[in-house]
């Protein structure tokens, strides 16, 4: 079994929907302080992971429920992108570095608005998980986009996958617009 299919096997066991590799190459274009090698400098890889979030609390009438759901998914996310570093690091030679959505390093107060260390969604594209539609958001041709995202830094050259080649007529659709609890 390659390292690239256990690596995805346990992520699968671990809870994961979605897993994908993508070398460091492909983020040459990220932003200066947001590349995997100023997180790690020995980066060779990139694991992205997603987990799904649950359709019913977005048809609930209370926030509280998406936002209690959120929270519970955020922190199950980070839990699964550790524990895969130490299974990792358990059954290869690779140092393995969580790459957390949360908490922010860095805050933009004029668009008040918070930035992880890495762009999970953009990893998640590099990595072959989605696309980033008109929405701004990562989406994925079966869970949409109503994911949780982490990733994995590697210290090992592993083979990545295929970037994801559908797209979406948002123009035509607005359906994200639409629903959005809020309003966004």
Known sequence: ?????????????LGADLCGIAPVERFRDAPAGFRPNDIFPQTKSIVALAKRFPEGPFH????I???ATNDV???EVARLAILLCSEIEART???????????YEYWDAENREGR????????ARLAGLGVITANSLLTNDRFGNRLCLGAV????????DRLADYHF??????????SCPAGA
């Open 116 to 123: 992880g260390l890495l762009s999970l969604k953009h990893a």
């Open 65 to 67: 429920l998406y936002s």
């Open 60 to 63: 609930a009438t209370s926030p």
């Open 169 to 178: 007529d948002c123009d035509a659709c607005h359906r994200c617009v639409d």
């Open 93 to 103: 030679e690779a140092r393995a570095v969580p790459a957390p959505s949360e908490p």
């Open 153 to 160: 830094l590697l210290d090992i050259e592993l083979e990545g």
């Open 1 to 13: 079994m390659s390292v690239e299919r256990m690596i995805k096997d346990l992520a699968a066991d």
């Open 73 to 75: 998914i955020l922190q």
